[in-house]
């Protein structure tokens, strides 16, 4: 009996499924899809009706804010605030680092040609983004108090132009005479799996479908047969699907997309962590070939077999030879965060170590910890420390949150701090931005990127690119060393003069890109920072 039923299922479905094929190659000779990104149809605005009117329910009972906890609501509406200067003693901002407020919309459109233009482009290219990026199933839906409707309010899915049963609906409400349900979709049809006696089924391969019964018990059975076939092509999407009955309505969603395809790195079997087979130290020189010889050395000390990346954009690049060892060469000059895209994408292993060219390992530099480190947690990237000269060891370690504020662009808060230790690894922390040595899953990394327009300054601007996508962490106790930073001027060499002009010395032009990227690209307005 089951077996022949699922049997007679199968052929439906596989039936529905041709027919769904068909009718897409139909749709494909006679008419197009418009993938232009819309929010949402009919349902949309009846799901909005109807969120408004729960929202807005008993608008004759008063009621009293709470002062202290209504200030934390976003608001739509941030500001950038400095802390005020209460009092100043000679290193007191090291003690008490005081927090500095810049506006980023007055800095960059105060010096633009056309303030206007730019603001106006701003904000359509945010409109756009918004558009292709909205997804029906970030919608908010309520399911009413005593509703006779049962339904899933979450977790279905189906691929594209795929066909599914949709769990879990029915009806729960006195029995009578007669019982009646409609269901409606945007973006597929409806069907029944298997029909039930005494049951009247309207616009099967429809987008809208009705059933009734005069018995409830029939109807219910019914229900646990009915199908939905995307019609609609989309790689990730939602339908939001409406059931009701004449006196009540219910919506939920069916998310349709292609499942995620996995990106996973062969890295050979391992008793105890192969650095070798597991990580790739990435890095980008320029003029200081002394230091990167070092540099290489100290590595390969302890790591001999580890690949190195190195990216070069120096204008009379000198080779770097030795096993294990991939030199980029760039045009000259193409800087700082091009020169870490390269190196990046041209990693094979699961990690990627990220160093400066002139650090140095020493025994304290276990790579082992941080590949431990990943391969326990969700952390997707994690920093280390850096000892200078001085023996000062640094892990610079920043909180970031971003508060929306409106047509102006939004607020970008940078904090010194981090948000949590790590259980299991009390050293370590987890943060939203960290130094300049840090190892990371490679796919994560090169999702991100590295903005090619940051050529001088830029490090800040890779963990704003990746806020809400990496998960990232800190350990203190992985040290690499600096092998100079401050140095007197007079004690330099000529190369390291040439590296400082280069380096140091942002042009206004430099300046005016990393303004950009701020009020354009990040839509921000201003920015709160230690
Ligand atoms: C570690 O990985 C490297 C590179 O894949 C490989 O050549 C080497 O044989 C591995 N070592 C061990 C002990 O498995």
Known sequence: MRATFKKGLGIILITGLLLTLFSAWRRGTSTAVDIWPTQGGHIKKLLEAKIEDTLNGYPDIAYHIKDDVACHLAQNACVCLADEETFHLPYSNLLFPHVWAHKIDLAFLGSHPDPEGVKRHRAQEYSSLQRRSYNPADALIVADANSPLQYPTQGVELRPLKTIIIPGLGLKEETGSDHVVYLTATLGTFNVAATVDKVSVKGEGEKHMMLSSPLLSSLNRQLQFVTYTNTVFHPKTADTVKFATEGHQSFFTIKIGHGPVPKLYNSGYQKEYNISALV???????????????????????????????????????????????????????????????????????????????????????????????????????????????????????????????????????????????????????????????????????????????????????????????????????????????????????????????????????????QEIFYFKNRFKCMTSH
């Open 280 to 514: 790739t130290i990435a890095t980008k020189t320029f003029l200081r070939y002394d230091k990167l010889k070092d540099l290489i050395d100290s590595i390969r000390q302890y790591y001999p077999t580890v690949t190195i990346v190195i990216a070069d954009d120096n204008e009379h690049p000198q080779p770097v030879t030795g096993p294990h060892i991939d030199h980029y060469i760039m045009p000259f000059g193409k800087g700082w965060f091009a020169g870490r895209n390269l190196a990046v994408s041209q990693v094979t292993t699961k990690y990627v170590l990220w160093v400066d060219d002139d650090f140095i390992f020493t025994a304290n530099t276990k790579v082992e910890r941080m590949v431990d480190i990943l391969e326990k947690t969700t952390l997707d990237l994690v920093a280390g420390a850096v000892r200078e000269v001085t023996g000062y060891t640094a892990t610079y370690r920043h909180t970031i949150s971003v508060e929306e504020g409106g047509d102006e662009g939004d607020c970008i808060h940078i904090r010194n701090g981090y948000h949590h230790v790590i259980e299991g690894f009390p050293n370590c922390v987890v943060a939203d931005a960290v130094i300049n040595f840090f190892m990371g899953r490679t796919d994560k990394i090169q999702q991100v990127g590295f903005d090619p327009r940051l050529a001088r300054r830029g490090h800040l601007e890779f963990f704003i690119d990746a806020l809400g996508s990496l998960h990232i962490g800190s350990c203190s106790d992985v040290i690499v060393s600096h092998a100079s930073k401050i140095k007197l001027p007079w004690s330099k060499t000529d190369s390291e003069k040439i590296y400082d002009k280069f380096r140091y010395s942002s042009s206004s032009a430099d300046n005016r890109i990393n």
